[in-house]
């Protein structure tokens, strides 16, 4: 699947906002809402989003499709993007904490200001949390690895190439990013986990 990068951004802004008007991501933008019509028509027809009256637009939860497995090479890992756990480097220990058990997620990625900087795993936080540290005051990026030493995959990146860096790395997911030359670094997009991946493989032996 295609996507333009405005198209990118649009799904960016409804997955930091968890429901959004189509009004206020237009303001975001910087452009008219009827300038988006065709976008949003096109990411509610590939089921990315969905929208509800007087809530406004979502991200709509992926659903298993049908997969040749001869084909698994070339399908876009952006087809199977996942929403990612990010926080700001300027959040507490203790808020990772409560954010990656509530959401029942297995890593977090932390950005400062719009760029990815860092990933914490269960095991950072489990470490911090028995180690006397006062989780509270002391800020996610004190305990988080740091770029360059993250692993992630672009969004032109194959369902195979993520899948090929997630067992060979042996990580529980990657975020799915783009390159921004404005700011000079990567904007995470959404993430690809081992749970995806399964369910990838369900499909091809149905």
Do not use: W
């Amino acid at each position: 699947m295609n996507l333009s990068e405005r198209q990118y951004r649009i799904i960016e802004i409804i997955r930091m906002n968890g429901s959004i008007t189509g009004e206020k991501i237009a303001k975001v933008l910087g452009v008219t809402r009827s300038a988006l019509r065709t976008d949003f028509s096109f990411l509610i027809k590939s089921e990315i989003i969905k929208s509800k009256t007087k809530v406004g637009y979502s991200l709509n939860p992926q659903k298993p499709k049908k997969i040749d497995s001869s084909s698994l090479k070339d399908i876009n890992v952006t087809e199977f993007i996942g929403e990612a756990l990010i926080l700001s480097e300027k959040n507490s220990i203790h808020d990772g904490i409560v954010e990656i058990f509530t959401r029942d997620s297995g890593t977090i990625y932390i950005t400062n200001g719009d760029l990815l900087s860092g990933v914490v795993s269960r095991k950072d936080l489990l470490k911090a949390a028995i180690g006397g540290m006062d989780l509270s005051s002391l800020p996610i990026s004190l305990i988080m690895s740091r770029m360059p030493n993250i692993h992630f995959c672009t969004t032109d990146a194959t369902l195979f190439e993520a899948a090929e860096i997630i067992v060979k790395k042996e990580v529980d997911s990657l975020p799915i990013v783009e390159y921004s030359k404005e700011l000079n670094g990567y904007k995470i997009v959404g993430k690809i986990s081992k749970t995806d991946l399964s369910k990838v493989l369900f499909e091809t032996l149905l």
